[in-house]
């Protein structure tokens, strides 16, 4: 396991994200160990404005101390205008290896229960089995662009195997919670060569997918037919979903002209 090493207090935690399929969310860490190179949104964010000097910076996340004191004051403000708060768009709730990180979110998700709000989590971590013992309306989703763990490891340097983090979706899956799954940043194939349609076989089991093209990145716009390519990678998520059963959402911007 690792150690946090910095931390931080913040005056509000709860905001309205501007995200398309979120309603509410909350950022309780500072940076993230996964470090993922796609490059990542919320790293280019968080540097732009200056709440982070560089990428090594970002890498070494900073707990918010102060989250659950902070959920105590806001949440009685925010319960009745949330449909579903969701950990998290700027960071990962369950960072691979940092039980802190971990321990704070499953303190902040009972808290957040508590208050008869429910929970939306996404991560490229493990999610703990504890998950099952909270609301069942809660949903918990991982994200997955690739059974490729070479090029896991290069892309998402830090994150968790691709398949533990499958594991243990379908371990809160098999206990009866609702589970999905966020196919996004998808690479085209001169990044990585890969089979959709094995992707979407190891992932048949949840209840929703997420599926949106990779962005910020060259090397998408490099490959000739890429407009081609994400609208029909789109078309076969569709396909596999209304086939098996599962609702989905496809990003906007992702199907093109």
Request: charged share 25%; hydrophobic share 35%; net charge positive.
């Amino acid at each position: 396991m690792k150690k946090i090493k910095k931390f931080i207090q913040r005056k509000t935690l709860i905001y309205k994200t501007e995200v398309e399929y979120g309603d509410y969310t909350m950022n309780h860490v500072l940076g993230c160990s996964h470090g993922c190179l796609y490059p990542c949104y919320a790293y280019l964010q968080k540097k732009r404005f200056g709440d982070v000097k560089s990428y090594k910076d970002w890498c070494e996340p900073a707990l918010v101390e102060n989250t659950l004191e902070l959920l105590d004051e806001e949440l009685p403000r925010f319960k009745s205008k949330i449909q579903m708060l969701h950990l998290c768009f700027t960071t990962d709730p369950f960072m691979y290896q940092y039980k802190e990180v971990q321990d704070m979110s499953l303190a902040a998700i009972k808290k957040i229960n508590a208050a008869g709000v429910k929970c939306s989590v996404l991560t490229k971590g493990v999610l703990p089995i504890e998950l099952a013992e909270l609301s069942k309306d809660n949903e918990y989703g991982v994200t997955l662009i690739s059974t490729n763990e070479t090029f896991r490891k290069r892309m998402e340097p830090g994150s968790a195997p691709w398949k533990k983090r499958l594991d243990a979706l379908k371990a809160l899956h098999n206990a009866g919670c609702k589970t999905w799954v966020s196919i996004e940043p998808y690479p085209t194939p001169n990044i990585v060569k890969q089979d959709m349609q094995k992707l979407l076989d190891e992932v048949s089991f949840v209840d929703c997918i997420i599926f949106g093209r990779m962005n910020y990145n060259k090397e998408v716009t490099l490959y000739a037919e890429h407009k081609k390519f994400f609208n029909d990678s789109a078309a076969e998520v569709m396909l596999f979903c209304n086939k098996h059963g599962i609702s989905y959402h496809i990003k906007e911007g992702t199907i093109t002209d």
